[in-house]
């Protein structure tokens, strides 16, 4: 079981973790500006070819990760968090070496896999400080950790854009493998946990963890919620580009703009996570969320109706403000819900949702792209997340599971 911290160690956990999302966000955007090229390198030329082995070398490591995700929280319940962040930290560091010396398509979509199932580094850190913190300062603390990731996906692609530029594509995959082991060094000689392993005979079966929960409804609709804020999110991804280039016309600097487009919801969260998390310590996660939902739509809808592409940016802005509240709200709500003892496994169900967001929220958008148009991907992401606030809403009503 885990023991809680008798100071203020938490905090420090909390900074220390926080640097290490920071680095492997840091290191898994690092190659995604030039997975194509990379693709391409080993041998997919034909173009609808490249797009489509593009597109499952990008998905297949959020495949493996959901897949592979309770497995590693039924372990982090039974060994303790540190060690998973060790070890997620130390097998991506391996594997992206490992990616660095493919020599074919099928080897790299292997290696993806392989890095998605020894991934998780966050969820485990999301863990690790939701069982340390005190329940009261449990909203600002994941809201200020979830700015970690993000941190380090924004840096990332510039970094790595100009690294490959600097020494060509495979030696990225080395700077990476080594961004990774300096945060499996940090996570090892600065991360504290005080926890007693559990035998095997005495882990709790899955049964009896849902048993467990204190409002069982209300949890599942989390898992969904968490689902439907990276589908919302991820759909726009695959069009976001010829969109701009819709708007803007045949401009030289297309490339330049939509990186700023594509970056500008990422800078609002850094500024509004820890400020939401906060008023939601206030006020309650609940009413965070839900308001969160609402004004999400509201930004989705004006993107299809816009005429210029420094209007869908301020959009953009806004709507990452207001994301960047919804999944440490969720995490929160999660916590209030859960003993200790079982947070290494709820959390790593949510993050398998959260993965299969991540896979099928592109695919949506590519899907609703192709059939009726760029503008109606905003229309159609509108309804989904319209339909997960009611649902919510609803969820919310429910009186408590005795």
């Known amino acids: 079981m885990d023991l809680k911290p008798r100071n203020n160690s938490w905090k420090r956990n ?87 010396f493919a020599q074919n398509i099928w080897q790299l979509l292997v290696l993806r896999a392989l890095l998605g199932i020894l991934g998780g580094f966050v969820p485990n850190a999301n ?20 700015t970690g990731a993000v941190s380090g996906a924004l840096i990332g692609p510039l970094i790595g854009g100009m690294l490959a530029d600097l020494y060509g594509l495979r030696p990225v995959f080395f700077i990476t493998s080594a961004v990774l082991f300096i945060c499996f060094l940090v996570t090892l000689f600065f991360v504290s946990e005080n926890f007693t392993p559990v035998s095997k005979k005495d882990a709790l079966t899955t049964k009896q963890v849902f048993s467990s929960l204190k409002n069982k409804r209300l949890v599942v609709c989390l898992f969904f919620t968490t689902m439907i804020i990276q589908v919302a999110t991820g759909s726009v991804t695959p069009i976001l580009t010829l969109y701009i280039r819709e708007l803007t016309g045949s401009v030289s600097n297309l490339a330049f703009i939509s990186g700023v487009v594509a970056s500008v919801p990422g800078i609002a969260a850094l500024i509004s996570a820890p400020r939401f998390g906060k ?69 790593s169900y949510n993050q398998a949702l959260r993965d299969v967001g991540n896979v099928t929220g592109p ?13 109606a991907v905003f229309y159609f992401t509108a309804a989904v997340v319209f339909f997960n606030l009611i649902y919510s809403w609803l969820s919310f009503r429910t009186p408590q599971e005795k």
């Open 14 to 100: 909390l900074y220390i973790v926080w640097f290490g999302c920071f680095l492997t966000g840091a290191g898994f955007s690092l190659i995604m500006p030039f997975l194509p090229l990379y693709v391409e390198e080993l041998g997919i030329t034909d173009h609808e070819e490249l797009n489509l082995w593009t597109g499952v070398a990008f998905s297949i490591t959020f495949l493996f990760s959901a897949i592979a995700a309770p497995f590693w929280g039924k372990l982090s319940d039974r060994k303790g968090r540190k060690l998973m962040l060790l070890r997620s930290a130390l097998g991506m560091a391996i594997v992206m070496v490992l990616i660095g």
């Open 127 to 146: 863990a690790l400080i939701a069982t340390q913190v005190p329940v009261k300062k449990s909203g600002w603390a994941l809201g200020t950790l979830s």
């Open 279 to 347: 008023l939601g310590d206030r006020i309650g996660p609940d009413k965070v969320l839900l308001f969160t939902l609402g004004l999400s739509i509201f930004m989705l809808i004006p993107m299809a109706l816009v005429s210029s592409y420094w209007e869908l940016g301020a959009l953009r802005f806004l709507l990452g403000a207001v994301n960047a509240a919804m999944l440490p709200a969720v995490q929160t709500l999660i916590l209030y819900n859960i003993t200790p003892v079982i947070a290494g496994r709820i959390f």
């Open 363 to 375: 695919l949506m958008g590519a899907f609703v792209a192709a059939s009726y148009g760029f503008r």
